[in-house]
Structure formats: C-alpha cells, structure tokens
C-alpha cells in the first residue's frame, strides 16, 4: 500500500515537475521565410520539454499581424517590423506587444548560371525590378530581356525587398509574382534571361547568386552569412516575434530558447544568420 | 390498411426529396447573395482606406486628382505639380509609412498623440506636400485642405489596366488584364482539349475492345483524381522549360503553358462525361443504322454523335468549368503578372489572384471587396457558358 501511495505522489510530481518546467503551448503564424526555422526550433523544443505543444503556420507577415490583432495567434512571426498603420490598429485595439529580433536573414538576388552578369548596384536593381531597364545590354550584358520574377504581395519578403531595394516604388506591371520562395529558385534555374530575390537560406547551386553594391558602384559584395554577419552586406533584414505582452509568461521560455546559444545554433545550421 | 402505410411512407419519401433539392437551390442562391452583396459594395467605396484621408497645402491650386494621378505621385514617377496643372512645386509625400523620415519616433509620442500636430505642421512648412493619414490622426483644425477622391467607378474597375491592390495609400483597381487572361488561357485549353477528349470518347465507346477499355478508361479516370497542385509542379517543372525551349521565348511562365495544363486537366472530365454519353446510345438505335447499310463509321458520326450531343455537350461545360475555376495549377505555371495578356507572355486568371490575395486582405475591406468583385465577374463568365452551351443544346433538340 505505501509503495502504490508513494509511486502515485512520484507521478503527481513528475507531472507537477513538467508543468514547472517549461510547458509552452502556443500558436506561431506569419511569414514564410521565418516559416522553415521557427518549425525546426518549435521541433527540437517540444523534444526537450515534454507537453509541449507549439503550431506554426505560414501564410505572410502580414496575415501574422492580422492573426496577433484578431486574437487568433500568439505569436507573429515576420520579415518584416511592423508597419506604422499596423501598430496604430495595435495601439487602437489596447494591445500592447514585445517585439524582439530572432534572428537575421539576407536577401540574395539570383539570376540564371549562364548570365554573364556578376554584380549589379541597387539604382540598376531599382530600374530593373520596376520595369525601367528591359535589356540585360542596358546594365552591361548581352541582348537578352530581362524576366523579372518576384513573390506575391502578401509576402513580407516582397514588402522588404519593395522598401529598401525599390526604394518604396512599385514593382512594375511585368513582374511574375510566384507563390513561393521556391518557385522563385525553380524558374530562375530554368529562364535565361531570369532575375530574382529569395532569402539567403534557398540559395542553391542551379541559380547565380549577384553581388550587389549599395555606394553606387564602388564595392560590391556577395551574399553569404560571414557578410551578413559582418554587416558588409547591405540587403539584410531582422527576423521578428511579436507577442503580446499579457501573454509574456506563456510564450516567454520558447523565445528565451531561441535566442540562446542553442537556438541560435540552429539559426545557423538553418541558412540564417544567427544575433552576435 | 397496408396501403395507407405504404402512401404514407411515399409522402414522407416525397418530402425528403423536395427539401433536399430545396436546401440545394436555397444554399446555391445564399451563395450568389453572399457573392454579390460583398462585391458590390466595392462600388461604394473609395480606392483608398475606408478611414484614410489624403491632404494638400492650402496654396495648392489642384484640388481633385484621379486614383491614377495619386498612383504616379505616390509611386514618385512625377514629382512636381506641374504635371496636374498645378503651381511649379516640387511634390513632399509624406504618410503613415514613412514618418519616421521627418520625425523621431520619440517626437510623435507614446502613443502617437503628436502625430496630428506633426502632419499641420509639415503642411504648413512645405507648399507642395501631400499627406495621406488615418482620420483618427486627423488634427482637429487641419491646416490644409483635403482632396476630393472619387468612388471606384464600375467602367474604371473593368477597364483599368493597373492591378496593385494594396498599393498605398492608393490601390489600383483594374481588372481588364485579368479578365483577359482568365478567357484566354481557358478558351486555348478548351481548343486544345475538345478535338482530343471527343476522339478517345468515341474511341473508347465506340471501336475499343472491352480488353482495350478496361486498361484505358480507369487510367483516364485517375488522371481526374489527381490532385491540381500536382499538375501545377508537373507543369512548372516540365511543361514551363520546354515551352520556353520550343517556341525560344524568353520565359515559359506563359499564358499557353497554363492552357496546356489545363487542358490536360480538363481531358478526363469531358472523355468520362462524352464516354458515358455515347455509351447510352440505345442498341437499337445503332443496329437500324447497321441494318440500314451503313458502314461502322456512318453509324459512329451519323447516328451515335447526334444521338449522345447533350451528354457531349454536358461534358464540355464540366471541362470549361474545371479549366475557368482552376486556380492552384495556374498559379504556379503562369507566371501571375497583370499584364494585358498575349498567349506567349505571361498572364494572370481571376481565381489565381483570388487565391494569392484573399488570405491577406483584411476581411471587408477595399481588397476584400475587390476579390468579391472579381469573383462575381468570374462567376457571370461560367454562367454565361452554361447559358449560351444549354441554348445550343435546346435548339439541337427542336432541329
């Protein structure tokens, strides 16, 4: 009888213990390019604290935000900060958030293996993604027109790339818009006269990756994640969690882990680039 | 006594009948109500946020502009005023969005109650400023004078040539790319699909052995039960690189590619419904013809074809109504861009924009209700098919 009293307050602490320890559930929803990451750490998490339950979703930064401001996520993931119109519908609905960078991602702009083209500054990025130069012979290369490939606009990555490649112009009419990243890469490996934009974690041997110049001209520099890390780099961009601060307690011990040594491992092991 | 149980039993047979058509129609017309008192209401709205306000200087002399004009001064492709019979000044955007260029974030305070104080005093410093803001930050005595904006016109929504619906602060409503594309590429499948779908048809209905059909027909039925996104990858992965490789186009993201598919996909809708048809061709029928003295083949076109013609019929509006509503194959193989369409360029469908789009709109608003709108335009171009193919059918039949 002691022993059976005794096994049954061992469970009921060990279940006591794991509530203790930490227990998350929640919900993530947003951004596609944080989309492959945040899975992997929600993985490894829920592997080392038993009950946990974390549900991450894709789908845009911007329906990330929509999802923290209707109360349906607990978490927004993006690729972008957040807007001004957005944080005053925040502010509107009595909402107060935490907004912390999780870690950082560059975008590479990609063009098929045969063009001859090897680095471009951001004005001729700016001329070709709005529609203004049609010819690879106006930026240098041979006479072949340019097929400009971009994502959709729910994309917070088309949002980043709109606001500080294009200077906040529209891309112009022309424009393929894919409906992901990986088509982007597909189509980019397969049309000659092909340019894009995906984040440095899809890169792949099938498509040349620009070096890009951001001083009009004067040193250009590739894309990778010593560069990013360095900041010599000049298209990267944080990658952020936004969450409520009422529901710090309940998503505060996943952040925590992922802004640790540990998680920040995985950012790297991932393609990104991990904070200092 | 067991009679009147049996009648009994009947009515209660006949009423379940009745209410489940009813429930049918009923939830079929809620759905075009839904439709349309969603779609509608974009006609109502003005293109820009349904609490947005867009301001200029009081010594500015413009005082109306169009949504095209604000999409060139937003879009900093015409920067002076000039270009809008105005003074000669150089235009000063300044919106929700890119504050923070003039003013601290600190300077607009905790909870941005400055923000209206910010936005008089840029109109007052700048003589050609334009700003565009949320009412709420509206200043209580606004120190310029607001812009007149106009309502989305129905005649500049389906002719417009410019899609950005979430430009700011001003969206570009025009569907006439999208429409056009969509009629495009599903009336290029539809030609490629007929002449092929009708002649297996008749192939497997007709001149086949059973030994034949009975391998043909379950694969063509499994070719309908394949999901749409796979055709989409089969497309953008093989269709795509030898389009661009046969017709040596500069991109194979094309109008034509997304017919090719579609027609692929529409095949065993029309070969299993014309099939069916065909097959119900009364024995009797096709042996007088045989008795006759026709050959097999006068039978085939003479006889059968006439005979089966509505269910044929059936089966190519199923066929058209697959490739009009395909969206998730289109969307990957088109290439989506909103450009008037031509068949080797690419081009963008109404229900591949809905697709992409709907899940960021902000429900009821003006994207929102743009979709609508375009779902409206997408549902009165089947309707009309279904229309003029049963018009066709009936007059067949008086013949």
């Known amino acids: 009888?002691?022993?059976?009293?005794?096994?049954?307050?061992?469970?009921?602490?060990?279940?006591?213990?794991?509530?203790?320890?930490?227990?998350?559930?929640?919900?993530?929803?947003?951004?596609?390019?944080?989309?492959?990451?945040?899975?992997?750490?929600?993985?490894?998490?829920?592997?080392?604290?038993?009950?946990?339950?974390?549900?991450?979703?894709?789908?845009?930064?911007?329906?990330?935000?929509?999802?923290?401001?209707?109360?349906?996520?607990?978490?927004?993931?993006?690729?972008?900060?957040?807007?001004?119109?957005?944080?005053?519908?925040?502010?509107?609905?009595?909402?107060?958030?935490?907004?912390?960078?999780?870690?950082?991602?560059?975008?590479?702009v990609i063009v098929n293996p045969t063009n001859k083209i090897g680095q471009l500054t951001r004005e001729q990025l700016e001329g070709i993604f709005t529609g203004k130069i049609t010819n690879w012979k106006q930026v240098g290369g041979e006479d072949l027109a340019i097929v400009v490939y971009s994502r959709e606009t729910s994309s917070g990555t088309y949002e980043f790339f709109k606001e500080h490649v294009l200077n906040k112009k529209n891309f112009g009419p022309k424009a393929l818009l894919m409906p992901a990243t990986g088509a982007i890469v597909q189509s980019v490996s397969q049309t000659k006269g092909a340019i894009g934009y995906v984040g440095l974690a899809y890169l792949e041997k099938t498509v040349k990756a620009l070096k890009v110049s951001y001083d009009k001209g004067k040193t250009f520099v590739e894309p990778s994640v010593e560069n990013a890390k360095n900041k010599t780099y000049p298209i990267t961009r944080p990658l952020y969690f936004y969450y409520l601060k009422s529901s710090e307690k309940q998503v505060g011990s996943f952040v925590n882990y992922l802004l640790s040594a540990e998680g920040q491992s995985i950012v790297l092991k991932e393609g990104y680039i991990p904070l200092q | 006594m067991k009679r009147k149980w049996f009648k009994i039993i009947e009515k209660g047979v006949e009423s379940v009948l009745f209410t489940s058509s009813l429930t049918t129609s009923i939830t079929v017309i809620l759905i075009v109500i839904f439709l349309f008192s969603e779609g509608i209401g974009l006609f109502f709205s003005k293109p820009i946020d349904k609490d947005s306000i867009i301001g200029i200087s009081k010594q500015n002399t413009v005082s109306k502009l169009s949504s095209a004009q604000l999409n060139h001064i937003f879009n900093q492709d015409l920067t002076n005023w000039k270009a809008f019979g105005?003074?000669?000044?150089?235009?000063?955007?300044?919106?929700?969005?890119?504050?923070?260029?003039?003013?601290?974030?600190e300077e607009l305070g905790s909870s941005f109650e400055n923000i209206p104080n910010k936005i008089n005093e840029f109109v007052q410093k700048h003589p050609g400023a334009i700003v565009s803001f949320s009412k709420t930050y509206m200043p209580k005595q606004f120190a310029g004078k607001l812009l007149e904006i106009n309502n989305v016109g129905v005649w500049e929504f389906l002719s417009g040539k410019l899609w950005y619906p979430t430009a700011q602060p001003v969206a570009q409503l025009g569907v006439l790319p999208l429409i056009l594309g969509t009629v495009l590429v599903s009336l290029v499948a539809i030609l490629m699909a007929l002449p092929l779908s009708i002649a297996c048809a008749i192939y497997l209905a007709e001149v086949a052995n059973s030994k034949i059909r009975n391998i043909l027909k379950p694969l063509i039925e499994l070719l309908a039960g394949i999901p749409s996104v796979v055709y989409g990858f089969f497309g953008l992965i093989v269709i795509v690189p030898e389009v661009q490789r046969i017709f040596n186009l500069p991109v194979g993201e094309t109008a034509f590619t997304g017919s090719i598919v579609l027609a692929i996909m529409a095949l065993p809708t029309i070969i299993t419904v014309a099939e069916d048809a065909l097959r119900s061709v009364p024995r009797s029928t096709k042996e007088a013809s045989l008795a006759l003295g026709a050959t097999h083949w006068q039978t085939i076109v003479r006889v059968c074809i006439p005979t089966a013609k509505s269910g044929i019929a059936a089966g190519i509006i199923l066929g058209i109504g697959r490739a009009i509503g395909e969206t998730m194959a289109v969307l990957m193989v088109t290439g989506n861009a909103s450009t008037m369409p031509s068949l080797f360029a690419p081009a963008r469908t109404i229900p591949a924009t809905i697709a992409a789009e709907l899940g960021e709109a902000p429900s009821g608003g003006l994207h929102f209700k743009a979709l609508f709108a375009l779902s409206i335009i997408l549902f009165i171009i089947t309707f009309g098919i279904n229309l003029s193919v049963s018009y066709v059918k009936n007059k067949n039949k008086s013949n």
Request: charged share 20%; aromatic share 4%; with cysteine.
């Open chain 1, 1 to 108: 009888m002691k022993k059976v009293v005794s096994i049954v307050m061992s469970l009921v602490m060990a279940g006591a213990g794991v509530v203790n320890a930490q227990r998350v559930v929640c919900k993530i929803k947003g951004s596609d390019t944080c989309l492959p990451l945040i899975q992997k750490e929600s993985e490894t998490y829920q592997k080392k604290n038993a009950g946990s339950s974390i549900m991450v979703t894709g789908g845009g930064s911007g329906v990330g935000f929509a999802a923290i401001l209707a109360g349906t996520t607990d978490i927004a993931m993006a690729s972008r900060s957040m807007k001004m119109d957005e944080k005053l519908k925040m502010n509107e609905a009595g909402k107060a958030y935490t907004e912390k960078v999780i870690a950082k991602d560059a975008l590479s």
């Open chain 2, 86 to 105: 105005g003074k000669n000044d150089s235009i000063q955007l300044l919106s929700i969005n890119n504050i923070g260029d003039y003013f601290a974030e």
